[in-house]
């Protein structure tokens, strides 16, 4: 059987990704940029910068993207971050950090998904209220035992340190961010991801499967849109919960 779509589909999906971190990165790194120049002396600089390098972020790219946030490359559009926060169902608080260069493409379409998984957005301050700011580290628990993670971390300024069923997460404020993930790769530990994200002070609880269904596409749906760059919420869905949430969208996911 001819396979050439198939295979076409799936190079177009992993191209598709890895535009859209190097898209990412360059916007991130933008945002910085637009505080200051040398990455030496701007700290949030230097982070964007070294993040994006451990992504394979060509060097042009970096380059471009900083010309781009200190108006050097006159010609390009202003990256601009935007916050966006409402209820999902259940009540659970949501928020979604966009970079957009565009802010009438991106409130079109980040307000058609809020409507067609919850309700319309809602105004400043309405969920912002329950979350802090932090970074957060992953590790692979499958590699690195959780008591080996948790006594390096408290020989850092970390936060915090959470154990779930597929990774460790660690929380950092933003000052500290960089000191805990050197002292971690100095310690020869390989991290998963780390990201700037909002931590939720206060958790919900979703037991019922529709609600967990409509929070899980929404956010999906959210990371799929090219200018999103984080989703955060504040519900607990149980494992059982999750895998069962899990196996219907993939049954009724349809593929070529």
């Known amino acids: 059987m001819w396979r050439g779509p198939v295979v076409q589909a799936r190079k177009n999906a992993v191209n598709a990704v890895k535009w859209k971190i190097f898209s990412l990165h360059a916007k991130l790194i933008s945002i910085e940029a637009q505080k200051w120049w040398d990455p030496d002396s701007n700290p949030s600089l230097y982070a964007a910068v070294y993040k994006a390098k451990k992504d394979w972020v060509p060097n042009e790219n970096i380059d471009r993207a900083i010309k781009k946030g200190t108006w050097e490359d006159k010609s390009a559009a202003q990256i601009v971050e935007i916050v966006y926060e409402w209820y999902a169902p259940g009540w659970v608080a949501v928020m979604v950090s966009v970079l957009t260069d565009n802010k009438n493409r991106t409130v079109s379409n980040i307000r058609h998904i809020f409507t067609k998984y919850s309700w319309n957005m809602w105004e400043s301050w309405a969920v912002s209220w329950m979350f802090h700011r932090k970074w957060v580290i992953f590790i692979d628990p499958t590699i690195y035992p959780f008591e080996k993670i948790e006594e390096l971390v408290y020989e850092t300024n970390a936060e915090d340190i959470i154990s779930e069923e597929s990774y460790i997460k660690i929380i950092t404020s933003v000052e500290d961010f960089n000191e805990v993930e050197k002292y971690l790769e100095s310690k020869w530990i390989e991290i998963m991801e780390a990201k700037l994200d909002f931590v939720a002070d206060t958790e919900v609880e979703i037991t019922e499967f529709d609600k967990a ?32 949430v899990d196996e219907f969208i993939e049954k009724n996911t349809f593929r070529t």
């Open 213 to 244: 269904l409509k929070i899980k596409k929404m956010i999906e749906a959210f990371h799929e849109d090219e200018d999103v760059n984080t989703v955060s919420s504040n519900e607990i869905i149980s494992d059982e919960l999750d895998r069962e």
